[in-house]
């Protein structure tokens, strides 16, 4: 069972660091001859549509889903699909029915922001201490800006505790989560970008500061107001009126629906929506800020938004003041994603063509099927209406192979936890590069595809147009995706390598079980056959304690394992302050692999000091290097510490 854990955590991992947002569009270059496209019509629309997302809902057993298109102004499409509830057969209405959207409610935030930056209130580039009643302490001399916020660059650290909550009593309110909250630095503020949900609940916290008014209120008057999104909310339980209308949300099509979630980092996405209001907020955003005759943002503004907020190398992604900017089938994309644990939207802006598409699915799907299902969807949208083809990769560089055996390695996403608990799923979870025989590169992160080096240091996909480029971040090489604007793969030190990390702790474990079972073996077999002691005193002594101490080690894990079991279910809200006193007593407890240590290495000495036979020797020896083993996996995994900030 033991020797089954370190698979079993492996698995779960990717459950705690899932990215929020959808990755960004791409760049495209587009060959002469394009394939056929369809006009994008109602009529091919609803065809298509029908169609694509009656197999998806059914072979992913997804329950629910709407989507909605706009063009040149308009109201083009919106339809629901499946059920909103499945044991009352209540079917799925754009019109009727929220969804949580996850992170796309961060275009909020940043639509407010851009409101009080044009208002004069909020400076782009200056200290976000300037706006707050609490400081935020940046390694270095440069502060957090806005900007950095926006692009996330605030060189946060990740954390999970008070992320999302069930019971409302549990769901503190923003103010008092960023400042219980804080989460530690990893990296200089506007060096590496890192996603973080802290960098967006700060912003709103801000929002609210400089305008006077809670968060949830000046959303409502200054955004969903102006653009007539009546059945969309930011407060967080419900508001009575929405309790009956709003969309259950379900692990898959045939579980039970989910408790409503509740998200801790308010301002990063707390917002319920109609598909039919997000109609409206895309109108408002592909006209520059007006929606009918109101207006959300002055066309200057609006059009400042949309713009890159980082230079990007040709072909790669980056951020316009909090929209994920990029190109796709050879368009401008401006988009947001947005995950809770079983809502997932994508919300895509095809701003030169006047076009654009929200979609929203109430179901996380059989094998988190729903990733690839919304993933295929936009594709297939542009496939469909904005076809270009396949673009030709150019031939590989001459130093392809040995550049590619250069940078083969671990790496870890720069959207990681370091402190606490939490960080033994980044190193359970870190990406591989390996080089391929002929000269390419896979990435284990991007499913059955290769990597050809074109130009030093940039791998494209072969076939397609996605880039990998070798850089380097927090003073480590690193690789970039052209897809992925907020995160960078760092390469994994020794100390930090998730392959040697499960080796270690493989090892150790398997050690200490073996142990465990064949002392009272070999001690039965000893007493039955009258056996003499093999040591006596001081060393007899040392000897029994470090059986204890293996016995110990191992109880220790599984204590340790009853806090880390809820993320195999993806049960996020389990982690709360009401964890505290059990985490704070594993923390008292890692008494028990330091002793254990010590004892193994006394155990040792006394062994050889006694010349003992060389097989007891040996099993000391080995023990010993288990216990030392597993004191320092416990040490990665982040068990040993004080912090209850996680």
């Not at 989560?177 to 916290?205: I, Q």
Request: glycine content about 8%; hydrophobic content about 45%; aromatic content about 10%.
């Amino acid at each position: 069972m033991l020797l089954a854990l370190l698979g079993i955590l492996s698995l779960a991992a990717a459950a705690v660091a899932q990215q929020d947002p959808d990755p960004a569009p791409m760049a495209v270059t587009a060959p002469p001859h394009a394939p056929a496209q369809h006009a994008l019509t109602a009529t091919d629309l609803g065809a298509w549509l029908d169609g694509f997302m009656a197999t998806t809902l059914e072979q992913g057993k997804i329950a629910g889903a709407q989507v909605v298109v706009v063009d040149d102004g308009e109201v083009l499409f919106k339809r629901g699909y499946g059920y909103a509830d499945v044991a009352a057969k209540i079917p799925m209405d754009p019109d009727r029915h929220q969804m949580r959207i996850g992170s796309t409610s961060k275009l909020f935030a940043w639509t407010a922001v851009m409101q009080l930056v044009e208002a004069g209130k909020i400076d782009l580039d200056a200290d976000v201490n300037r706006y707050l009643d609490f400081r935020i302490s940046a390694p270095g001399d440069r502060p957090v800006t806005m900007t950095d916020l926006m692009t996330h660059r605030g060189g946060f650290e990740e954390g999970l505790k008070d992320v999302m909550a069930t019971d409302p009593k549990l769901l503190k309110t923003n103010e008092r989560y960023l400042k219980e909250n804080m989460r530690p630095f990893m990296f200089a503020p506007g060096e590496v970008p890192a996603y973080s949900n802290y960098g967006t609940a700060l912003a709103g916290y801000i929002v609210q500061r400089v305008s006077g008014e809670p968060y949830e209120a000046y959303v409502e008057r200054h955004i969903l107001a102006p653009l007539a999104m009546r059945s969309t909310t930011a407060r967080q339980p419900l508001p009575p009126a929405f309790a009956t209308t709003a969309a259950k949300g379900y692990r898959t099509s045939e579980t039970p629906p989910s408790p409503f979630e509740l998200v801790g980092t308010a301002p990063a996405g707390q917002i319920s929506a109609t598909g039919a209001d997000m109609a409206n907020f895309m109108l408002a955003h592909l006209q520059d800020g007006r929606f009918g005759d109101a207006r959300i943002l002055r066309p200057e503004t609006a059009r400042l938004m949309h713009r890159p907020s980082l230079k990007a190398p040709t072909g790669f992604d980056t951020l316009a003041h909090g929209f994920f900017r990029g190109e796709r089938n050879g368009r401008i994309v401006l988009g947001h994603g947005g995950d809770t644990v079983v809502f997932h939207s994508d919300l895509n802006l095809l701003p030169e063509e006047g076009v654009g598409i929200f979609v929203s699915f109430n179901s996380r799907g059989e094998n988190d099927s729903v990733y690839g299902a919304r993933e295929r969807l936009f594709q297939h949208f542009l496939d469909r209406y904005f076809a270009v083809s396949v673009p030709v990769t150019p031939p590989a560089i001459a130093t392809a192979a040995e550049d590619a055996r250069a940078i083969a390695g671990s790496y870890e996403s720069s959207r990681r936890v370091e402190t606490g608990f939490i960080s033994l799923f980044y190193l359970l979870q870190q990406d591989q590069i390996v080089a391929n025989e002929d000269g390419t590169i896979t990435a284990s992160w991007v499913s059955n595809e290769r990597f050809r080096e074109t130009a030093p240091g940039l791998w494209r996909e072969v076939g397609g147009a996605r880039q990998l480029r070798a850089t380097r971040a927090g003073g480590r090489p690193a690789i970039g995706d052209s897809r992925n604007p907020v995160a960078i793969l760092q390469m994994a030190p020794t100390g930090r390598s998730g392959a040697v990390f499960q080796l270690v702790a493989g090892l150790s474990l398997l050690v200490l079980l073996c142990a465990a079972i064949t002392w009272p073996i070999a001690a039965w077999v000893g007493y039955s056959r009258r056996l003499g002691p093999l040591a006596t005193g001081r060393a007899a002594l040392v000897r029994r304690l470090t059986r204890i101490a293996v016995v110990a080690n191992l109880v220790y894990l599984l204590a340790w394992y009853s806090v880390l079991a809820p993320i195999l279910r993806t049960d996020v809200g389990y982690y709360n302050g009401g964890l505290d006193s059990l985490i704070r007593f594993l923390q008292v407890a890692a008494i028990v692999p330091l002793l254990g240590a010590i004892l193994g290495l006394l155990n040792t000495w006394l062994a050889f000091r006694a010349k003992l036979n060389w097989a007891a020797r040996a099993r000391s020896f080995i023990v010993a290097l288990a216990l030392i083993g597993f004191l320092w996996v416990a040490w990665m995994a982040g068990f040993i510490g004080w912090s209850l900030n996680y």
